[in-house]
């Protein structure tokens, strides 16, 4: 199993970046799919997740009508879109899944997510 994710950088406050996260090993259309981010200090944090779909999104408040989770089952890829970056939002961005069969909308909870990609770093700057 291996998720692999990109596209991370330096970027002004009020910016965007296009994060992507690969994914491999594992059947992508029977999972959901979720992004993390651990800032400097600071415990890590669910930022958003999708049903193995896409028909189901969720997100943590801080990044409501900025960010959008998005995914093409065909390329094994989930994305986050990320908009009007503030400083806050600068962490290191992790992707992870779990398996799951239903179109609920998906789970928040890190200790549900079997498998986490290695990261990449966002740092917004004001």
């Known amino acids: 199993v291996q998720l692999q994710a990109s596209g991370g950088g330096l970027v002004q406050a009020g910016g965007s970046l296009r994060l992507s996260c690969a994914a491999s090993?594992?059947?992508?259309?029977?999972?959901?799919m979720s992004w993390f981010r651990q800032a400097p200090g600071k415990e890590r944090e669910f930022v958003a997740a999708t049903s193995r779909s896409g028909g189901s999104t969720k997100y943590t408040d801080s990044v409501k009508g900025r960010f959008t989770i998005s995914r093409d089952n065909a390329k094994n890829t989930v994305y986050l879109q990320m908009n009007s970056l503030k400083p806050e939002d600068t962490a290191v961005y992790h992707c992870a899944s779990r398996f799951d069969l239903s179109t609920n909308p998906p789970e928040e909870r890190a200790q549900q997510y079997y498998y986490w990609g290695q990261g990449t770093q966002v740092t917004v700057s004001s």
């Open positions: 090993g594992f059947t992508f259309s029977n999972s959901a």
